[in-house]
Structure formats: C-alpha cells, structure tokens
C-alpha cells in the first residue's frame, strides 16, 4: 500500500490537478500491482516561491509545472522496478504538459509493521491484510503440492487469507469475523472466495445462523493455526529481547490471580510496556489444556503436572487452610457427608479437598461450583459448606471476618504453583521476562530488579 504525497506549485485548475493524482496511482497500479482501491494521496498546491527544486547538477532548468512526488512503500522493491515505477510516471505525466524536467520523485520504504490503517491496529502485522509485493515470486521458486496424479496445483496462500478463514471459522460467520477484524464484510467473502478458488475446494456450508466449516475446511484449520502460530513466534523470535513486544497470552488459576498477580503484572507492565499481555482465569485443568492447545503461551497452575509435552517451573510455595463457617470451631464437627464449595471441574483444590475428606472418614462429600472466589467464601460464610484456599488469600480477602480458618497438618497443607509452557515451543522474550518476574517475586521484592534497570518492586 503505497502512501503517496504530490506537491505542485499552485494555479492548475482542480481537473488538472486529479489528472496528476489519477496518472500517478494508476502508474502504481501497473507497476507494483497494488489493487485499485489502495490508494491513499495527498495533493497539496504551494505558493511559487514556497518550493525550491534545483536541477542537482544536471544542467537543466525547472518549470512551474513542477510535480514533486513522495511515495512512502513497503521495503523490498528491486532497483528495476523502483527505475519502471519513475519511467511510467513521467511518461503518464507527459500528455499532461508536464515534461521530464518537471517530475520529482522520492521513494521511502519501510516495513510491514510502520502501517495502520484504522482502529490503532497493524492490519499487515496481524496478518488482516496482505503485504503488498509477496505475491510476485518467480515461478520457478514457487512450491508445488500433488493433488492428484494427474494435476498440480500451486501453493501461494496469503497469511491475511488464513486469518480471515480462521476468524471466520472461529465466529462462524462472516459478519462476525468482519467486525473482529475491523474490515467490511465484502473484503472477508471476497477473499474467503478467493481462498477456496485457489485450493479448489469449499471451505464452509452456509445456512440460516451462520457458516460451518465443511470437510476441506476441518483439513485446512489446523495447519492454518500452526502457520499463524508459527508466524508470530518468529515476529517474537526475532525481537528485541532487551524491550518485548507483541501478544502474550497467560492463564492462571483464579486463586493465584487474586493474590499474586496485582503485584507481578504491575512490574511486569512497567518493565515491558510494549507487550500486550491477556490474562485468562480457570482451574488447572483447562489451563493445562489452553497451553497444550496453543492458545495461552504459558500458565500458572497446581503442580505437579508431569505431562512429557510440557516443561513446568516452580514459581510459587502456597500453605492450605480448609475454611469453614464461624460457628464451626474444630473439624470434627464437620458432617461425614459435608458439602465443598469450590470452582467448577478440572479445580486441583477440588480434587486436593475431596481427597483430604476421604482420609477423615468423609463419605459422600457433595460439590456446589462457583465461578469466583467472592461466591465462594461468602457461601462459606453463611454456612453452606466448606473450601480449601491458601491462607493468604482468605487472610487477604474483606469476608474473612465471617468465616474461620482450620490448619492442616504438615504433609497436607502445602501446593505448589508452577508456570507450564509447551516444549515444543521456544519462549518469547516477553514469556522469558514475565517467568523470570512471576520466579523474582516468590524469592522477594529486593531482586525485582531487572536487566533493564528499571525497578518492578511496589513496596
């Protein structure tokens, strides 16, 4: 997407003036292959004696059908093809009245990460529209894949098509993907036509509520996922690793987030201000299941994990209470058939507690789930049942004044925390800081102190 400024020296009537704009885009157009509606100019007319041009040497004089051109573009063009970009302008410019000695031009490149074109976001980083120029590979470098014996079909997929298929696969429509992406819904059929044109295969169903992925299409998402995965591990591969930036998608248990996680993401937001960091909560076991899926790059959870897949770090040391109403002064009061508040399956407090229970002579302990902490504790509270928490969270959270807090003996009060990310994927620069501030924390606020200089204590 070339940004093109034209300035003249004022006095042309506005026809001539949209002439220029027209025979400078379509020279565009023809030469780079950008399509028609790529076009972003601004034309400004100046007073004469406001622009200064000389002729650098050359021995010739300039005119007042002066045209200087600036044309700001992605990095990549070959000399050969900036040289055609020049001679199809002058030569669009000539039945215009304006002659060689009156065109300027200046060419600006820069990368795919040095454009938005709305919204506040980088639509060429994310992959939302595709990098002018990618397209014009020789042939003879383009791969090809079999897909009969008889036939050939190349591969030359975009990217920003595989988002789009995935944005749409993921909202399972058209008009929810558009308005995900910040686009139109036109651009996403257009190219989701595009996309299926070129594999030569269907890739939804569309009915009343929506699209489906068809058959071809179940085959086509998981390599589009690993593709735009892989493809933003490399963006953070390669960054700067003395100052992150980029998505960085954490998990955590709802326990560890309300006690240790104002503090870390406060030092690790001052650290790394350029990453865009996502926390999502749930018990372990979906946590778990998020990294092994690739959709977290790493979480906090109950460990051990032991899973071969994954490389798990200790980070935190918790002690375990079993928290029960006030009027419940010791654990024998306790019913043999007690009801435990805790968070929705795949909770290892659950599974801890319920095992904690059994070896009391517990039998038929019943479960109410509940999605916060606050719900929990004020059930705890007015008597429905009992939970496990870290003690610090129940001495940290406003209902402990309405509940009463039970030791465990040694060999059951302690939970370790560890942070889990795949092993088949190298951390980023920004898991590699968040990891090394989650571990920083647990040893003590005096070496929050990263290479960076910059302080993450908070006192």
């Given at each position: 997407?070339?940004?093109?400024?034209?300035?003249?020296?004022?006095?042309?009537?506005?026809?001539?003036?949209?002439?220029?704009?027209?025979?400078?885009?379509?020279?565009?157009?023809?030469?780079?292959?950008?399509?028609?509606?790529?076009?972003?100019?601004?034309?400004?007319?100046h007073?004469?004696?406001?622009?200064?041009?000389?002729?650098?040497?050359?021995?010739?004089?300039?005119?007042?059908?002066?045209?200087?051109?600036?044309?700001?573009?992605?990095?990549?063009?070959?000399?050969e093809?900036?040289?055609?970009?020049?001679r199809n302008?002058a030569?669009?410019?000539?039945?215009?009245?304006?002659?060689?000695?009156?065109?300027?031009?200046?060419?600006?490149?820069?990368g795919?990460?040095?454009?938005?074109?709305?919204?506040?976001?980088?639509?060429?980083?994310?992959?939302?529209?595709?990098?002018?120029?990618?397209?014009?590979?020789?042939?003879?470098?383009?791969?090809?894949?079999r897909?009969?014996?008889?036939?050939?079909?190349?591969?030359?997929?975009?990217?920003?098509?595989?988002?789009?298929?995935?944005?749409?696969?993921?909202?399972?429509?058209?008009?929810?993907?558009?308005?995900?992406?910040?686009?139109?819904?036109?651009?996403?059929?257009?190219?989701?036509?595009?996309?299926?044109?070129?594999?030569?295969?269907?890739?939804?169903?569309?009915?009343?509520?929506?699209v489906?992925?068809?058959?071809?299409?179940?085959?086509?998402?998981?390599?589009?996922?690993r593709i735009?995965?892989?493809?933003?591990?490399a963006?953070q591969?390669?960054?700067?690793?003395?100052?992150?930036?980029?998505?960085?998608r954490?998990?955590?248990?709802?326990?560890t987030?309300?006690?240790?996680?104002?503090?870390l993401?406060?030092?690790?937001?001052?650290?790394?201000?350029?990453?865009?960091?996502?926390?999502?909560?749930?018990?372990?076991?979906?946590?778990?299941?998020?990294?092994?899926?690739?959709?977290?790059?790493?979480?906090?959870?109950?460990?051990?994990?032991?899973?071969?897949?994954l490389?798990?770090?200790?980070?935190?040391?918790?002690?375990?209470?079993?928290?029960?109403?006030?009027?419940?002064?010791?654990?024998?009061?306790?019913?043999?058939?007690?009801?435990?508040?805790?968070?929705?399956?795949?909770?290892?407090?659950?599974?801890?507690?319920?095992?904690?229970?059994q070896?009391?002579?517990a039998?038929?302990v019943?479960?109410?789930?509940?999605?916060?902490?606050?719900?929990?504790?004020?059930?705890?509270?007015?008597?429905?049942?009992?939970?496990?928490?870290?003690?610090?969270?129940?001495?940290?959270?406003?209902?402990?004044?309405?509940?009463?807090?039970?030791?465990?003996?040694?060999?059951?009060?302690?939970a370790?925390?560890?942070?889990?990310?795949?092993?088949?994927?190298?951390?980023?620069?920004?898991?590699t800081r968040?990891?090394?501030?989650?571990?920083a924390?647990?040893?003590?606020?005096?070496?929050?102190?990263m290479?960076?200089?910059?302080?993450?204590?908070?006192g």
């Amino acid at each position: 997407m070339p940004f093109v400024r034209i300035d003249l020296i004022r006095g042309r009537r506005p026809d001539e003036v949209r002439a220029i704009a027209d025979a400078t885009h379509q020279a565009l157009v023809d030469v780079l292959g950008i399509p028609e509606r790529d076009r972003f100019q601004v034309v400004t007319e100046h007073d004469a004696d406001h622009v200064i041009a000389l002729d650098a040497g050359l021995g010739f004089e300039r005119t007042d059908r002066l045209v200087m051109i600036q044309i700001f573009t992605q990095s990549g063009r070959t000399t050969e093809v900036k040289q055609r970009v020049y001679r199809n302008i002058a030569e669009r410019l000539e039945p215009l009245g304006i002659g060689g000695e009156g065109v300027f031009i200046g060419i600006v490149e820069n990368g795919s990460q040095d454009w938005s074109f709305g919204f506040g976001r980088a639509q060429y980083v994310e992959g939302v529209l595709p990098v002018p120029g990618r397209r014009h590979h020789p042939p003879c470098h383009r791969p090809q894949v079999r897909s009969c014996p008889q036939a050939h079909v190349e591969v030359d997929v975009e990217l920003s098509d595989l988002r789009i298929f995935l944005a749409v696969a993921r909202t399972h429509g058209i008009t929810k993907a558009a308005q995900e992406l910040h686009t139109v819904q036109s651009n996403v059929s257009a190219r989701i036509h595009a996309l299926e044109k070129h594999l030569g295969a269907p890739l939804f169903r569309r009915h009343a509520r929506g699209v489906a992925l068809t058959t071809a299409g179940e085959q086509l998402l998981p390599y589009a996922e690993r593709i735009s995965r892989l493809v933003d591990e490399a963006h953070q591969a390669v960054g700067d690793e003395a100052d992150p930036c980029g998505p960085l998608r954490i998990g955590s248990m709802e326990t560890t987030a309300g006690l240790r996680l104002p503090t870390l993401l406060a030092a690790f937001a001052e650290d790394c201000p350029r990453v865009d960091l996502s926390l999502i909560t749930g018990p372990t076991q979906l946590l778990v299941r998020d990294v092994l899926a690739y959709r977290l790059d790493g979480a906090l959870v109950n460990g051990p994990v032991r899973r071969p897949d994954l490389v798990e770090t200790p980070v935190f040391e918790e002690r375990l209470v079993l928290v029960t109403a006030r009027r419940v002064a010791d654990l024998d009061a306790v019913p043999r058939d007690p009801r435990i508040l805790v968070f929705r399956t795949g909770c290892s407090y659950r599974r801890r507690l319920e095992s904690i229970l059994q070896a009391r002579g517990a039998i038929g302990v019943r479960c109410m789930e509940f999605g916060t902490l606050d719900g929990i504790l004020g059930c705890v509270g007015a008597g429905m049942g009992l939970t496990l928490l870290p003690a610090a969270v129940v001495e940290r959270h406003a209902a402990r004044d309405q509940v009463r807090v039970h030791e465990l003996p040694e060999e059951e009060a302690h939970a370790r925390t560890v942070f889990v990310q795949r092993v088949d994927t190298p951390p980023s620069p920004a898991l590699t800081r968040f990891l090394t501030h989650a571990q920083a924390m647990e040893q003590g606020p005096h070496l929050l102190r990263m290479a960076g200089g910059a302080s993450a204590a908070t006192g």
